[in-house]
């Protein structure tokens, strides 16, 4: 441990107030013993997961870090503060200051040396030792665990006998999972913490860390035994099914550090009431990166999740770009018509007196945002796999999908693609020398090498041409397979209302934008026509049978009629939530009714978004309305006619001598 923190980089008397000023003035001296190559980046970084979480601990600590590309080496800062400085612990200001700094690739020994430290920081012999200290040099050798102590080691000390006693021969056993966002302090602190807790209460407390950097699962015969389970985390806990049918206290990793005995003692309230955690299938089966060749059922299932969250964070970060671009383009249209998009670039000739002129104007601003569409997606997808060393790969894959014309199909593999490379690429050993510039250097100059050669030799082409085929399919459409679609994408917009399956739908609809045809219009339209049918029904079924509805609810119809008017279909997740059997499948069938209309009707949209502020963009704007106004209509009815479908059952005949109506009902939902 010798390498992470020497007497120049311990400040006994550090003068900063605030915590910018504290992880600056610690920075400064990373900087200057050559551990950290951009101060002002790293110092962002820092900031960044600082934002995520206040990285203020009880007992006066303060443990600013993160991991970054611009830290060369595993390192640590320390400073003391004579005034105390506010991290956002709860029992007041910090007067010790830990500046942890991990490179973007750390490896493991180097991971758990710094956990170690995590560990350490809640032993308060050790505290009392730091604040005590005169010695630069003595109170680094002290971080650096030079110094004995008489810890014993996490979860093998000797339990209190006072704790055995009472607990008797078989102790209560928990089995814990304790994550925070970087892996690196708040992890180990909050383990250390229930572990010691567990000691004293005589309670056996197996703690599994969950790091950035991977983690080691238990043993599945301790959790088998394990009476309750403890989730301390920040970040969402990996394999999730193991823990199924156990009691469970799920927390954030702070209280794990915090309150480490009030977790336990609610643990313990569970077992005795028979309370087990609802953990489905589903949560469980994300790979740990243990190399564990056999995958169970569920391992491959959750395979299928994490697909969608990379794609659907591609497509979260594209939205802007879509809807920036799209709409000034719309505009573009309805100010100058569509001979706008052929006039001469307004950097060449622009007057500003000609609605011509801004009609261009607004067309090539809004196709400037609208070139990023594919890169973007592809970009942001890699990045949802694999972190910011895939961004590189990712937009230039995305580039090259445009020029060979794969299109949005082109964007989505080249974003898979890159991801997948920049994974590979991780995970192949790299001397100790090669850590600090793999993330900026070797692997966007690798990853994004193989992605273009991927993209322009092996795929590119194959997919162009089924993006063509795809294209000329939807131009082709007409009659009952035009009519299919509508209903297929309304059913989509209004089944989960702005979840996974809608935002397939929208996507879907917003790829055709990047090459827009007659076909792709119409589905636009279709989309963004059934986006708004689930709050609009809802508006209406509370305002015509205001008795089938609660207070709340009636309030929240009369919102529901300008979010359903703004294209925001969110506006009906409230009534889906309390009768979700009754609302959603009549807003389905809403959906579908206004989706197979609107591409009957032939109606177009140009931009990527619905609402009465676009009706001046529509084709067909008249017949675009009567299909909205169709599917809320049917979709009102059903919802009206399902909850008033509820049977009166007649309430228990009163006893003698009671009062009371004999015509007395009880209305109970069927």
Request: hydrophobic content about 50%; proline content about 6%.
């Given at each position: 441990?010798?390498?992470?923190?020497?007497?120049?980089?311990?400040?006994?008397?550090?003068s900063a107030t605030t915590k910018d000023a504290?992880?600056?003035?610690?920075?400064?001296?990373?900087?200057?013993?050559?551990?950290?190559?951009?101060?002002?980046?790293?110092?962002?970084?820092?900031?960044?997961?600082?934002a995520q979480m206040p990285t203020g601990l009880d007992g006066g600590i303060g443990i600013p870090h993160c991991r970054s590309e611009h830290v060369t080496a595993p390192t640590l800062a320390f400073g003391r503060s004579g005034a105390g400085i506010d991290f956002g612990a709860a029992d007041g200001p910090a007067d010790l200051i830990f500046l942890i700094a991990a490179p973007a690739g750390a490896d493991d020994d180097h991971l758990t040396i710094l956990s170690g430290l995590a560990r350490r920081l809640m032993d308060p012999e050790f505290t009392a030792a730091l604040r005590a200290g005169t010695d630069p040099a003595a109170v680094a050798a002290l971080i650096r665990g030079e110094e004995p102590t008489e810890e014993?080691?996490?979860?093998?000390?000797?339990?209190?006998?006072?704790?055995?006693?009472?607990?008797?021969?078989?102790?209560?056993?928990?089995?814990?999972?304790?994550?925070?966002?970087?892996?690196?302090?708040?992890?180990?602190?909050?383990?250390?913490?229930?572990?010691?807790?567990?000691?004293?209460?005589?309670?056996?407390?197996?703690?599994?860390?969950?790091?950035?950097?991977?983690?080691?699962?238990?043993?599945?015969?301790?959790?088998?035994?394990?009476?309750?389970?403890?989730?301390?985390?920040?970040?969402?806990?990996?394999?999730?099914?193991?823990?199924?049918?156990?009691?469970?206290?799920?927390?954030?990793?702070?209280?794990?550090?915090?309150?480490?005995?009030?977790l336990i003692a609610e643990a313990r309230r569970k077992a005795e009431r028979g309370e087990i955690a609802a953990v489905s299938e589903a949560d469980g089966g994300k790979d740990s990166g243990d190399g564990d060749g056999d995958r169970s059922g569920a391992d491959r299932a959750h395979f299928g999740v994490r697909l969608r969250t990379y794609l659907m964070s591609g497509v979260s970060y594209m939205v802007p770009f879509v809807a920036a671009g799209g709409l000034l383009i719309a505009l573009s249209f309805a100010i100058g018509g569509y001979e706008t998009a052929s006039a001469e670039s307004v950097a060449d000739h622009f007057?500003?007196?000609?609605?011509?002129?801004?009609?261009?104007?607004?067309?090539?601003?809004?196709?400037?945002?609208?070139?990023?569409?594919?890169?973007?997606?592809?970009?942001?997808?890699?990045?949802?796999?694999?972190?910011?060393?895939?961004?590189?790969?990712?937009?230039?894959?995305?580039?090259?999908?445009?020029?060979?014309?794969?299109?949005?199909?082109?964007?989505?593999?080249?974003?898979?693609?890159?991801?997948?490379?920049?994974?590979?690429?991780?995970?192949?050993?790299?001397?100790?020398?090669?850590r600090g510039i793999m993330p900026v250097l070797v692997i966007p100059l690798i990853a994004s090498a193989v992605v273009g050669f991927l993209m322009f030799i092996v795929v590119g082409k194959p997919i162009a041409s089924l993006q063509s085929g795809l294209t000329d399919w939807l131009n082709g459409l007409s009659g009952s397979n035009a009519v299919i679609l509508g209903v297929v994408l309304g059913l989509m917009m209004c089944f989960d209302m702005g979840g996974p399956l809608n935002k397939v739908a929208y996507a879907f609809a917003v790829g055709g934008l990047a090459d827009p045809t007659d076909g792709s219009l119409k589905v636009m339209a279709a989309v963004m026509a059934a986006g708004m049918v689930p709050p609009l029904a809802l508006a209406l079924a509370t305002t015509v049978r205001k008795k089938l509805f609660t207070k709340t609810e009636r309030e929240n119809g009369r919102a529901a009629w300008v979010l359903g008017a703004s294209f925001i279909t969110e506006g009906a997740i409230p009534f889906a939530a309390a009768d979700p059997l009754r609302v959603i499948p009549s807003v389905m069938a809403g959906g579908a009714v206004t989706g197979a209309l609107s591409m009957a009707f032939g109606a177009t949209l140009r931009a990527p978004h619905g609402g009465v502020f676009v009706v001046p963009l529509i084709g067909e704007p008249f017949l675009y309305l009567l299909a909205i106004a169709a599917g809320t209509l049917v979709a009102t009815a059903l919802v009206v006619l399902l909850k008033g479908a509820r049977r009166a059952v007649p309430a228990p005949a009163p006893e003698a001598g009671a009062t009371g109506s004999d015509d007395s009902r009880v209305t109970v939902a069927a």
């Amino acid at each position: 441990m010798s390498e992470l923190i020497t007497a120049e980089l311990v400040d006994l008397d550090l003068s900063a107030t605030t915590k910018d000023a504290a992880a600056r003035s610690l920075a400064e001296r990373m900087v200057a013993a050559h551990r950290v190559t951009d101060l002002d980046g790293f110092l962002a970084d820092v900031a960044a997961r600082e934002a995520q979480m206040p990285t203020g601990l009880d007992g006066g600590i303060g443990i600013p870090h993160c991991r970054s590309e611009h830290v060369t080496a595993p390192t640590l800062a320390f400073g003391r503060s004579g005034a105390g400085i506010d991290f956002g612990a709860a029992d007041g200001p910090a007067d010790l200051i830990f500046l942890i700094a991990a490179p973007a690739g750390a490896d493991d020994d180097h991971l758990t040396i710094l956990s170690g430290l995590a560990r350490r920081l809640m032993d308060p012999e050790f505290t009392a030792a730091l604040r005590a200290g005169t010695d630069p040099a003595a109170v680094a050798a002290l971080i650096r665990g030079e110094e004995p102590t008489e810890e014993p080691a996490p979860g093998t000390g000797e339990t209190e006998p006072e704790a055995v006693e009472a607990a008797g021969s078989v102790p209560f056993r928990i089995v814990a999972v304790t994550s925070c966002p970087t892996g690196i302090a708040h992890t180990y602190m909050a383990a250390e913490s229930l572990t010691a807790a567990g000691r004293a209460e005589g309670v056996e407390v197996t703690v599994e860390t969950q790091g950035s950097g991977g983690f080691k699962k238990l043993d599945p015969g301790v959790v088998a035994a394990a009476d309750a389970v403890i989730w301390a985390h920040d970040v969402e806990v990996r394999e999730k099914s193991r823990f199924r049918g156990k009691p469970l206290v799920d927390v954030g990793v702070k209280a794990g550090i915090n309150r480490p005995a009030e977790l336990i003692a609610e643990a313990r309230r569970k077992a005795e009431r028979g309370e087990i955690a609802a953990v489905s299938e589903a949560d469980g089966g994300k790979d740990s990166g243990d190399g564990d060749g056999d995958r169970s059922g569920a391992d491959r299932a959750h395979f299928g999740v994490r697909l969608r969250t990379y794609l659907m964070s591609g497509v979260s970060y594209m939205v802007p770009f879509v809807a920036a671009g799209g709409l000034l383009i719309a505009l573009s249209f309805a100010i100058g018509g569509y001979e706008t998009a052929s006039a001469e670039s307004v950097a060449d000739h622009f007057v500003w007196g000609e609605a011509d002129s801004w009609a261009a104007l607004l067309n090539q601003i809004g196709s400037a945002a609208f070139a990023f569409l594919v890169p973007v997606l592809a970009g942001y997808i890699a990045y949802g796999m694999a972190d910011r060393p895939a961004l590189v790969p990712g937009f230039v894959g995305g580039s090259i999908a445009l020029t060979v014309n794969a299109g949005f199909l082109g964007g989505l593999v080249a974003g898979l693609l890159a991801g997948a490379v920049v994974m590979a690429i991780q995970r192949v050993p790299v001397h100790a020398t090669l850590r600090g510039i793999m993330p900026v250097l070797v692997i966007p100059l690798i990853a994004s090498a193989v992605v273009g050669f991927l993209m322009f030799i092996v795929v590119g082409k194959p997919i162009a041409s089924l993006q063509s085929g795809l294209t000329d399919w939807l131009n082709g459409l007409s009659g009952s397979n035009a009519v299919i679609l509508g209903v297929v994408l309304g059913l989509m917009m209004c089944f989960d209302m702005g979840g996974p399956l809608n935002k397939v739908a929208y996507a879907f609809a917003v790829g055709g934008l990047a090459d827009p045809t007659d076909g792709s219009l119409k589905v636009m339209a279709a989309v963004m026509a059934a986006g708004m049918v689930p709050p609009l029904a809802l508006a209406l079924a509370t305002t015509v049978r205001k008795k089938l509805f609660t207070k709340t609810e009636r309030e929240n119809g009369r919102a529901a009629w300008v979010l359903g008017a703004s294209f925001i279909t969110e506006g009906a997740i409230p009534f889906a939530a309390a009768d979700p059997l009754r609302v959603i499948p009549s807003v389905m069938a809403g959906g579908a009714v206004t989706g197979a209309l609107s591409m009957a009707f032939g109606a177009t949209l140009r931009a990527p978004h619905g609402g009465v502020f676009v009706v001046p963009l529509i084709g067909e704007p008249f017949l675009y309305l009567l299909a909205i106004a169709a599917g809320t209509l049917v979709a009102t009815a059903l919802v009206v006619l399902l909850k008033g479908a509820r049977r009166a059952v007649p309430a228990p005949a009163p006893e003698a001598g009671a009062t009371g109506s004999d015509d007395s009902r009880v209305t109970v939902a069927a």
